[in-house]
């Protein structure tokens, strides 16, 4: 596999593979319906594709032409509603898929194309799959809600006048308000 773009992680739109949609060859990786098929890649600031941003640094604002849309710059949000009407139509109908069995379910939710972080790669066979990064943020996210709820338990018991006498008398927070949760060992539980 080759990485095919000069940073590691892009914002990209992706879709699961799904053989009568996208076709297989036999030259084709033989894995790839377990695969994100990459839409396309997408700048992180501006949301223009990759391949647009250079014509959008030459672009000039000034000139108001009324051609066709061939001048015109794509944002990241154009494609992602045309994916999504898209797969509007296609949810009326269940769809079997040779490795995902709640395939249907997945493309019929309504953010199921939506602008994601991922590695992108090139298979040898010349396909271009995305592995989606975007779920450890949301992993994080998730983990330091808890963490800030203890944390805030944790203000709470010290504030309570017998937590301040036992630290004035002692120098030492009672037993059950003595450790402060934080971000270091957040993720531990997840390597076990």
Known sequence: MNIFNQSRFNLVLCELHYTPIHGKTITSCPTIEGH??????????????LDDLEEYAEYDTDEE?????????????????LYSNEYAMLITRHFPHKTIRNYHNIISKPNYIKPEIAECFELPTGEHIAIIKTIWIKIIQRKWKKVYAARNHIIKCRSCPSSLSTRQLTGKWPSHCISMPGLKGMLSILSK
């Open 36 to 49: 994100y098929i990459l839409i396309d890649q997408f700048d992180g600031l501006t949301g223009i594709i």
């Open 65 to 81: 032409t009324d051609d066709d849309d061939e001048d015109r710059i794509t944002h990241i949000y154009d494609i992602q509603d």
